[in-house]
């Protein structure tokens, strides 16, 4: 996937050419897949544009809990604050919010940034 023609984009704006947007790839993990859908849910009502190009359910090595880990990569006009602060406004998100980085998801590491809150 690349930043200029993100997967997705053309679905989700038809015809209309989104390359003069300034489309910012995103990524990060999260506890289960409700979670994103409670992101995109929250970016909805603050009207920030959230185009997903990757969701994957994964477990990690060693995760002791039931369900998989979620990664996701979308892509947004969004900086990064906003995107974060969106994030605090959902309850128990905060595996999202300290994994969120602007790499596309093979370069994010996934580790939490426990400064994050």
Known sequence: MSVENPIGIKERF?????SPRNFKTYSFRLE?????????????KQEVQVVTSELSLLRMEGN???????YVEFVSEAPLEKLRDILRNIVDSHVALQTLKQ????????????DLI
């Open 14 to 18: 038809g015809d209309s050419d989104p």
């Open 32 to 44: 289960c897949s409700e979670d994103y859908t409670a992101f995109i849910v929250e970016a909805a």
């Open 64 to 70: 002791q809990y039931p369900l998989p880990d979620t």
């Open 103 to 114: 790499v596309p998801l093979k370069n994010n590491d996934l580790k939490r940034d426990y």
